[in-house]
């Protein structure tokens, strides 16, 4: 069974900048599968946010648009975690943010409780 816990989220201005991060818990090993941030904003679908995937040589990473440039995936694969640094905020990033994993198939059916980012002035 696998477990996901998000934290780090708050309140912070707009251009300020956050960093959350995820810790994967799981019985047994889990290699180093893609993982990914997602967010929910109010009255809208979860939508990805990026993602970061072992090549067999280093990482690779993938942002949608609206954060591209401005927020950073990574991972610490002997601490089974991952942050995402936000930076340059703006207030359409206030959201409940999640992380997950990849199966292989797609991404997981296990979430997190999420963490709240509310960027307001």
């Known amino acids: 069974q696998v477990q996901l816990e998000e934290s780090g989220g708050g309140l912070v201005q707009p251009g300020g900048s956050l960093r959350l991060s995820c810790v994967v818990s799981?019985?047994?090993?889990?290699?180093?599968?893609?993982m990914g941030w997602f967010r929910r904003a109010p009255g809208k679908d979860r939508e990805i946010v990026g993602s970061i995937t072992w090549t067999g040589t280093g990482f690779s990473t993938f942002y949608v648009d609206s954060v591209k440039g401005r927020f950073t995936i990574s991972r610490d694969t002997a601490e089974n975690t991952m942050s995402l640094q936000m930076n340059n905020m703006k207030p359409e990033d206030t959201a409940v943010y999640y992380c997950?994993?990849?199966?292989?198939?797609?991404?997981?059916?296990?979430w997190g409780p999420g963490t709240q980012v509310t960027v307001s002035s």
């Open positions: 799981s019985e047994r090993s889990l290699g180093r599968p893609a």
């Open positions: 997950n994993i990849h199966t292989g198939r797609g991404w997981g059916n296990v």
